[in-house]
Structures are given as structure tokens and as C-alpha cells.
């Protein structure tokens, strides 16, 4: 649509924060309509927030992910899946030390479903791991085998995760803290704004907002690949790092939103639902890269930050399990850490 190389420097990073503003202000409305949503169909909130939510939230990715491969950045397309899968956790800690002050927000969520989303979030990326280690030996009009995999697996989990959650073998026990008097007033002051409203009205809603995401996402996209380009900076750090960010907004504006009406496992299984399509998304952007397979041209680095993802996950995963009630710095301790190890990944990866 617009020949972003050819644009200043000035004017891309002005194109890139008025876009990242619409994606923000777009999130901010979905996870609302998704908890209305959830509320009448009786959906379950995990489900909820991996799916629908999660989709929703993942289009700036699918308009990364597409655009890059269309114009032959496999790097920046690949780096941008596996590191906002780190980003992204890190959201959730971001929200545990502004948001939640004086509680860790894994002593909110005390649902088996969320570890399970965890596990198989865990899987898909070892499954990403794979394909880009062993690479697409076998390629048949310019697709290749990992990438139809990763979208038949994470369908398959999504038919696990609701199957499950209508139906959980346990149950955790000990103390569940409660949402404060705030969260809960401000969510049913939202719900009765909404009264009056159809369910189709609020689905035609959710789906305006994520197309605003989508569009914002796609400018996002395109403009943080141009600044890659005349800057200089590699295409895998830019993915990684400028790029995801922004991307990621839509997730950090929901699980602010989520959390701030106290739905607090919608808000984890956002971001865990969110991952796992991630990983989904090397199928568009194996449809759209015209170089062959995709997993062929993914940098060996984007490994690490797969790696990464893994362990962002697991420290999460070990704080639902444990649901301490300590804090550190304002946040829980599993937040903490995570934190530290994002933080030190990023510098090991800007030097490799």
C-alpha cells in the first residue's frame, strides 16, 4: 500500500506510534466485550481468554508475521512470533508490579485450566524449536510440512482446553484472593452500561475493535521493518524488540483491562492462549513468504528466544502452582524473576 523504505526516518517512527496508539485504544475495548461475551454464553473465562481473546490480540502478529513474509523477511517474521512470546509474559509481571500492589497476581488465579494452557504452550514452542533446528527437508509448492503441524496441533489443543475446562479433574486448594470491591463495582457499572445491548451487538463490536488492531498492526509492521532497513539494526533484534512491543500492546491493554475487572484468569489465559497462536501463525507466514520454506530461512538465533519463552513460562507456571502470597519490589516473586530473566535474555540476543 505505501513504499515505506522510501520514508524518512522521522516519519516512519510517526507512522509507527500512531499506529501503536490505535492498537492500544483498540485492546482496551476487546477484553470487555469478551468477558460480556463469556458471561452470557457461559463460556468459561480460560477458554475465553485463550481463544477469542487471544485471537483477537494475536492479529497484529498475523499482519507482522504476513507482511514480512511477503517481503522475504523470514528474520524479522520469525524473531517476531518467538520474542513476543517472551515479551508478552513479561506483560503479565508488568501488570503483577504496577496494577496488583501488595498481592502476586498467581494468588488470583487458582484455575487447573491455566496450567494446562501452560503445558501446551510449552509444547507448541518445543514443536517450533524442532522445526526450525531440523528446518522443512520436504517443501511442495513453497509449504512445508512444521508449519501446517504447528496450526493442526494448536487447534487441537484449543478443542483440549475447552473440553477440559467444562469439566476439570481438580481442583487447587488454600487460599483464593479475592478480587477488591473496586474491580468488582467497576465491572458490573460496565455490564449494566451493556443491559440493554444484543450479544450480536457486542460481537459485532469485538470484531470492529480487532479490525482496528489489525490495520494498526499491519502499519506497525511495515514501518518497524522500514526502520529496521535505514537504521541498520538487524531484522532479528527489531523483531525482537521494537516490533514485538508494539505488537504486544493489544495484550497489555486487555490484561490491564481484564485485570482491573478483576478477571484475573481471563487475563493469564490471554496471554498463554495468546503464545500458543504464536506459534500457530508460521502458517500464514508460510503462505505468504515466496522463497521456499520459511523454517529454512528462520535465523538459528530465534532459537534462544524460543528457549526463553520456555522458561518465562515455566517461572509462571511455578507461581499458579505454588500461589505464595510474597512479594518483592511490589510484585510477586515469579514476576520478579521473570522480569531479570527477560531482561538478560534480551542483552545475550542483541549480541548474537
Same mark, same amino acid.
Given at each position: ?74 528474520? $524479522?517474521? =520469525?524473531?517476531? /512470533?518467538?520474542?513476543? %512470546?517472551?515479551?508478552?509474559? *513479561?506483560?503479565? &509481571?508488568?501488570? +503483577?508490579?504496577? @496494577? ?15 496450567? $494446562?494452557? =501452560?503445558?501446551? /504452550?510449552?509444547?507448541? %514452542?518445543?514443536?517450533?524449536? *524442532?522445526?526450525? &533446528?531440523?528446518? +522443512?527437508?520436504? @517443501? ?213
Amino acid at each position: 500500500m505505501f513504499e515505506f523504505q522510501q520514508l524518512s526516518i522521522p516519519t516512519n517512527v510517526v507512522i509507527f506510534f500512531v499506529a501503536a496508539c490505535v492498537v492500544w485504544l483498540a485492546g482496551t475495548k476487546l477484553s470487555r466485550y469478551v468477558d460480556l461475551f463469556a458471561e452470557r454464553t457461559g463460556v468459561g473465562e480460560a477458554f475465553a481468554g485463550a481463544m477469542l481473546l487471544g485471537g483477537a490480540t494475536s492479529l497484529p502478529e498475523l499482519a507482522t508475521t504476513v507482511t514480512a513474509g511477503w517481503s522475504g523477511a523470514a528474520t $524479522l517474521a =520469525g524473531s517476531n /512470533l518467538l520474542g513476543g %512470546i517472551v515479551m508478552q509474559i *513479561a506483560v503479565l &509481571a508488568f501488570i +503483577d508490579a504496577f @496494577v496488583l500492589r501488595g498481592k502476586p497476581l498467581t494468588m488470583f488465579s487458582p484455575r487447573s485450566s491455566l496450567l $494446562l494452557v =501452560g503445558i501446551v /504452550l510449552i509444547a507448541m %514452542i518445543a514443536l517450533a524449536c *524442532a522445526a526450525i &533446528a531440523s528446518g +522443512d527437508r520436504y @517443501v511442495w509448492q513453497g509449504i512445508g510440512i512444521w508449519p501446517p503441524l504447528l496450526f493442526v496441533a494448536y487447534v487441537a489443543s484449543m478443542a483440549v482446553i475447552y473440553r477440559y475446562e467444562g469439566s476439570p479433574r481438580w481442583e487447587p486448594r488454600g487460599e483464593v484472593a479475592q478480587p477488591p470491591e473496586s474491580a468488582k463495582d467497576l465491572k458490573d457499572s460496565f455490564h449494566e452500561a451493556f443491559d440493554n445491548v444484543s450479544t450480536k451487538t457486542i460481537i459485532g463490536l469485538f470484531c470492529m475493535s480487532g479490525l482496528a488492531v489489525l490495520i494498526g498492526g499491519y502499519f506497525v509492521a511495515r514501518s518497524g521493518e522500514a526502520l529496521a532497513n535505514q537504521t541498520g539494526i538487524s531484522q532479528g533484534f527489531i523483531g525482537a524488540t521494537l516490533v514485538a512491543v508494539a505488537t504486544s500492546l493489544p495484550e497489555l491493554s486487555t490484561t490491564y483491562s481484564a485485570v482491573r475487572f478483576g478477571a484475573y484468569s481471563m487475563a493469564a489465559a490471554n496471554i498463554l492462549g495468546t503464545n500458543s497462536l504464536e506459534v500457530a501463525l508460521f502458517l500464514p507466514a508460510e503462505l505468504a513468504y515466496r522463497e521456499g520454506g520459511i523454517m529454512n530461512a528462520v535465523a538459528a538465533s530465534s532459537v534462544f528466544l524460543a528457549a526463553l519463552g520456555i522458561l518465562v513460562t515455566c517461572l509462571y507456571l511455578w507461581g499458579v502452582l505454588e500461589r505464595r502470597d510474597k512479594t518483592f519490589l511490589g510484585m510477586g516473586i515469579d514476576s520478579f524473576a521473570v522480569l531479570v530473566v527477560y531482561a538478560i535474555g534480551m542483552t545475550i540476543y542483541s549480541t548474537l
